[in-house]
């Protein structure tokens, strides 16, 4: 799919396929996640790739919509802040980092024709219980990632002139 197509017709799926996902598509998402840009080039994250269905089920008690655990694939983002960059006023650049690569993968999910959902209401305590996550790890961010097996329609979206500033506020 072209870069501009993924852009407008990328949605947020809540009905997934069992169909299992490609294992070359899902290299190349994971690879767009990890050439993602970085403060400082430090890479602060970790992205665990779910298969396991007890595992995919113990995520749903995290945030409990069945919808999360219909795709064959569930990716947890981790963040590192002690590997982060810190700005000067003290900063921990961990959460953006982790951010953009994630956005990164969904981006690139989408062009593979895969469905995903940005999901952040999450127990995070409970997500590093499940996942057995060590100490300085954090969850950041999850989706459930699979063939759409409904799109939602296009949401609407705030005009340019509200969002977009030239030169000052």
């Known amino acids: 799919m072209e870069f501009y197509e ?6 947020s799926v809540r009905k997934y396929k069992s169909t299992p996902i490609e294992p070359a598509a899902l290299d190349r998402i994971l690879e767009a996640a990890r050439t993602a840009p970085s ?3 430090r890479q602060p994250w970790q992205f665990i790739v779910v ?3 007890g595992v995919r089920q113990n995520l749903v008690k995290t945030y409990p919509r069945d919808w999360l655990a219909s795709a064959p694939v569930i990716i947890v983002a981790c963040a590192e802040p002690a590997a982060a960059w810190v700005r000067r006023d003290g900063k921990n650049y961990a959460d953006v980092d982790v951010a953009i690569a994630f956005e990164h993968l969904v981006l690139a999910a989408a062009a ?3 469905g995903t959902c940005w999901i ?3 127990d995070p305590a ?3 219980k499940v996942m057995g996550l060590p100490e300085g790890i954090e969850p950041i961010a999850m989706t459930p990632l699979g063939y759409p097996d409904d ?3 296009p949401t609407s979206r705030k005009p340019r002139a509200e969002v977009v500033r030239r030169d000052r506020w």
């Open 6 to 11: 993924a852009l407008r017709t990328r949605r």
């Open 39 to 41: 403060a400082a080039n």
């Open 51 to 53: 298969f396991d269905e």
């Open 112 to 114: 593979e024709g895969l």
């Open 120 to 122: 952040g209401a999450f």
């Open 126 to 128: 409970g997500v590093g």
């Open 151 to 153: 799109v939602p329609r």
